[in-house]
């Protein structure tokens, strides 16, 4: 089983800032990643697929790179509506990135 | 547009089986490409995808879970249900019902999903 370790954990930022998350699988998934959004007491939302496809609706401050075992989602300039913890995906899930306010 | 909404026991006990159901509109089963999948989030913790289930009946479970799981269809219903024996306490969580995103090889995207529904185990 794929294992995806997301870093960092929590990342403090104020809002217009620029937001870095990362996402290592522990072995290649070529480009099949993706990237979700969960605000509190909601489901997750699909944000980048095939790691850099937005979903439909997503934002353009939203971007995916990377391939084989390292992927980056980058919020270019953070919105108040974007502090969420967002999770990687292959199969099996990342354990998380908290964006929070600084 | 597409919505789905899980249905389900608020409380299970130890060892008992749990059935959960997703009763869905928007989109239909016998499509080809189309599927729909389970996952879980205990509370305050990660995702944790369970199973899906494809239009043709091809089913995908958890490696870890899998001898627990059975996902079935009803097309006719709109519904699809997920069966998970000798539950235990740690499997108390938001159990979560989605629409596999189409128009990719990936089976595992998920581009819609329902609200959710917490299960608790416990005796």
């Known amino acids: 089983e794929i294992v995806l370790t997301q870093s960092p954990a929590t990342l403090s930022l104020s809002p217009g800032d620029r937001a870095t998350l990362s996402c290592r699988a522990s072995?290649?998934?070529?480009?099949?990643l993706a990237w979700y959004q969960q605000k509190p007491g909601q489901a997750p939302r699909l944000l980048i697929y095939?790691?850099?496809n937005r979903a439909t609706g997503v934002p353009a401050r939203f971007s995916g790179s990377g391939s084989g075992t390292d992927f980056t989602l980058t919020i270019s300039s953070l919105e108040p509506e974007d502090f969420a913890v967002y999770y990687c995906?292959?199969?099996?899930f990342g354990q998380g990135t908290k964006v929070e306010i600084k | 547009q597409i919505t789905l909404k899980e249905s389900g026991p608020a409380l299970v006990k130890p060892t008992q089986t749990l059935t959960l159901t997703c009763t869905f509109s928007?989109?239909?089963?016998?499509?080809?490409?189309?599927?729909v999948g389970w996952i879980r989030q205990p509370p305050g913790k990660a995702l944790e995808w369970l199973a899906l289930?494809?239009?043709?009946?091809?089913?995908r479970y958890s490696p870890s879970l899998k001898t627990r799981l059975t996902i079935t269809k009803d097309t006719s219903k709109n519904q699809v249900v997920l069966t998970m024996t000798n539950m235990d306490p740690v499997d108390t969580a938001t159990y979560y019902c989605?629409?596999?995103?189409?128009?990719?090889?990936?089976?595992?995207?998920?581009?819609?999903w329902g609200q959710g529904t917490l299960l608790t185990v416990s005796s």
């Open positions: 995906q292959q199969r099996t």
């Open positions: 072995q290649s998934v070529s480009s099949y």
């Open positions: 095939d790691t850099s």
């Open positions: 928007g989109f239909s089963l016998s499509t080809r490409g189309v599927g």
């Open positions: 989605a629409h596999r995103l189409s128009d990719t090889p990936m089976d595992y995207y998920f581009d819609y």
């Open positions: 289930i494809y239009w043709d009946d091809d089913t």
